[in-house]
C-alpha cells in the first residue's frame, strides 16, 4: 500500500538502521542530525529520505517493505573499502600503544591510542558525504566552534609535582594565555601548597586524581578520585572535568566519573587530535565527554634528549597554527614543575601563535565542554524546497550559544548564523571558500602495535606504580599484595644502601 499523498521527507537526519556505534560517533562529532531507528515499522522509517545500514549485519532485500518510494538506502559498508582494517571496530577502540613521532633528527615517544580515529572520522566521512550527496542529499552540519568562530584554542596544564616554585614561574609566563588555559591538579601533590591553591581560584581548575595513577582496580580508581575531589572542594573548587595521569583510560575509570557527575575527561590513551566525543562502552556511549589534546608535551622532547626550549616552543607553535588554519581545535599541553616553569619561551611562542585571530576561540576545557555537550543536544531537520531551497527546523529552540551551520558542497563550505528555530536557505546563493586541508601537514604517528615485553607483562598485570604510599595499598587482591611485597622489599634495599 502506498501513500496516496506522501509527505515530503526531510534530507536531514540521516535515518540510522543497525548501523555500527563507531558511525553514531562520528555523526555526533560532526554535527550532521541523524536518528537511531529501533524497529523494523514503515512509519519509524518515515523520519528522513536517506537510510544507512550495514551490508554486512543486514541484507538490502530486508528493506524492501520498510522503504517508500522516494527513500533512499546507503550500504555504509562501501565505507570500508580502502581501509587498512574495519574503521568502525577503529573507532570505538579503546586499546593503547606505543606511538612514535619523527620530529627533526629526533624521536618522541608516547603510549596513545592504538587507532588514529581523528584521521579514520574524515576519510569515513569524506565517503560519507560524497555517497549522500551523490544521491541527491546535501551534507549540512553544526559549526564545531560557536558562531563567528571557525577554530579553537586550548591549553591543558597538568600539575604533578609539588614544586610551587615552578609553577609560579609558569604562572608569571602564562598571563597572555590565562583566559584559555585549564589546570589539573594531582591533590597529593598540592595539598600544602596554599600559595597555589591561591593563585589557581582565578581560573579554570579540575581534578587529575589524587595520586597520580590510573589503577586497574575499580574501588582503587574510585577513591582515588574521590579523594581528590574532597580536597578540591575543600579549597572552594567545584571540578566537573578529569584528565587521566599518563593520558590513562580505562571503564572503571569511567563508571567512576559518570556516578560522580563529572563532564568530561581528557585521555589521549583513548583519543587524540580530534574532535570532542562520547566514548562507547561496549553497549552505550559514555555520559561523559571526551576532550582530545596532542599528546606530544615538553617532557617527550626532554626524554628524547632535546632541552633546547626554542626547539619545543617552535614544534608546538607550528602545530597550533597548522590546525588552527585548517579550522580545527587546537589543544596542547604540558607541565609547569621542572619545565615550562623554566621554559618561558613555549607559553611565549604559542601566545604569539593566536595573538590578534579574532576568529579562534579561545577557550578553556570547562566552557569547551559546555557547549559540545550543548550542542549534541540539539535537535533539527532539513527540508527540501522549491527553487533550490532548503529549510532547517529546530526543535526546543534554545538561544545559550551562537550557532552556525556550514553547508558543504564538494570541496567548498560556507557558515551561516543560526538565529531562530527556522531558517530558509538558497543553495545558490551563498558564497562558498575552499576549505583548508590537514592532512599534507599534520598526518598520524607511527603506532606499534607489537607485543609488550615480558617485565612490562608484570608491571601491568600487578599495577605497578610507587606513588601510593605503602600503608595505603589495600590487601583485597593477589595483585595488590605482591605489589606491596615489591614495594616494601624495594624500601628495604634503599634503606640498606644509604
Same mark, same amino acid.
Given at each position: ?33 541523524? =536518528?537511531?531507528? *529501533? ?29 517508500? =518510494? ?56 569524506? *565517503? ?65 601548597? #596554599? ?31 574521590? @579523594?581528590?575531589? @574532597? ?10 572535568? /578529569? ?33 570532542? /566525543? ?51 581545535? #587546537? ?10 616553569? @623554566? ?115 608484570? *608491571?601491568? =598485570? ?20 605482591? *605489589? ?15
Amino acid at each position: 500500500m502506498t501513500d496516496r499523498y506522501p509527505p515530503i521527507l526531510p534530507l536531514l537526519p540521516l535515518m540510522l538502521w543497525r548501523t555500527p556505534p563507531g558511525l553514531e560517533l562520528i555523526l555526533a562529532q560532526e554535527g550532521v542530525p541523524f =536518528a537511531r531507528l *529501533k524497529e523494523a515499522h514503515r512509519l519509524a522509517f518515515r523520519g528522513g529520505r536517506f537510510v544507512l545500514f550495514d551490508g554486512r549485519t543486514t541484507a538490502p532485500s530486508s528493506l524492501s517493505g520498510l522503504l517508500a =518510494a522516494d527513500q533512499v538506502a546507503i550500504d555504509v559498508d562501501a565505507l570500508r573499502t580502502g581501509e587498512p582494517s574495519d574503521p568502525f571496530a577503529a573507532l570505538v577502540d579503546h586499546r593503547a600503544a606505543r606511538a612514535a613521532w619523527r620530529i627533526g633528527p629526533w624521536t618522541l615517544t608516547e603510549r596513545v591510542a592504538r587507532q588514529p580515529k581523528a584521521w579514520v572520522r574524515r576519510r569515513l566521512i569524506g *565517503k560519507l558525504r560524497r555517497a549522500v550527496t551523490r544521491a541527491g542529499g546535501v551534507w549540512i552540519r553544526l559549526a564545531p566552534f560557536p558562531y563567528p568562530y571557525r577554530s579553537a584554542f586550548s591549553f591543558r596544564v597538568d600539575l604533578d609535582e609539588p614544586l610551587a616554585e615552578d609553577y609560579h614561574r609558569f604562572a608569571a609566563a602564562r598571563a597572555p594565555l590565562a583566559e584559555c588555559c585549564t589546570h589539573f591538579v594531582s591533590t597529593h601533590a598540592y595539598t600544602h601548597h #596554599a600559595s597555589v591553591w591561591r593563585d589557581l581560584r582565578h581560573y579554570d581548575t579540575q581534578s587529575h586524581g589524587h595520586f597520580h595513577h590510573v589503577y586497574r582496580a575499580p574501588e582503587s580508581n574510585r577513591l582515588n578520585l574521590e @579523594r581528590a575531589h @574532597r580536597i578540591l572542594h575543600g579549597f572552594g573548587f567545584e571540578p566537573l572535568g /578529569f584528565a587521566g595521569p599518563h593520558g590513562r583510560w580505562c571503564r572503571s575509570l569511567d563508571d567512576a566519573l559518570e556516578e560522580m557527575g563529572y563532564l568530561y575527561s581528557s585521555d589521549f590513551q583513548l583519543g587524540y587530535d580530534d574532535l570532542p /566525543f562520547f566514548p562507547w562502552k561496549g553497549e552505550r556511549f559514555s555520559k561523559v565527554l571526551q576532550v582530545p589534546v596532542h599528546p606530544v608535551c615538553e617532557g617527550l622532547f626532554l626524554e628524547a634528549g632535546v632541552a633546547e626550549p626554542g626547539i619545543i616552543a617552535e614544534y608546538l607553535g607550528q602545530l597550533v597554527a597548522a590546525r588552527l588554519d585548517a579550522g580545527e581545535l #587546537a589543544i596542547a599541553y604540558g607541565h609547569p614543575e621542572r619545565r615550562l616553569g @623554566r621554559m618561558p619561551e613555549v607559553l611565549d611562542r604559542l601566545a604569539r601563535t593566536v595573538a590578534g585571530q579574532t576568529l579562534v576561540w579561545r577557550v578553556t576545557f570547562s566552557e569547551l565542554a559546555r557547549w559540545w555537550r550543548w550542542r549534541a543536544a540539539r535537535r533539527w531537520l532539513v527540508f527540501p524546497r522549491q527553487e533550490n531551497r532548503l529549510e532547517i527546523q529546530f526543535d526546543e529552540w534554545d538561544p545559550q550559544f551562537d550557532l552556525a551551520l556550514e553547508i558543504h558542497r564538494g570541496p567548498f563550505h560556507c557558515a551561516v548564523p543560526v538565529t531562530g528555530p527556522r531558517l530558509s536557505l538558497s543553495l545558490a546563493g551563498l558564497a562558498y571558500q575552499r576549505g583548508a586541508s590537514l592532512e599534507p601537514i599534520l598526518g598520524p604517528p607511527e603506532i606499534d602495535p607489537g607485543s609488550i615485553s615480558l617485565k612490562s607483562a608484570v *608491571k601491568s =598485570a600487578i599495577d605497578w606504580e610507587t606513588v601510593t604510599p605503602l600503608a595505603e595499598i589495600p590487601r583485597s587482591s593477589l595483585s595488590n599484595r605482591v *605489589k606491596r611485597g615489591l614495594r616494601w622489599w624495594q624500601l628495604q634495599r634503599a634503606r640498606a644502601s644509604t
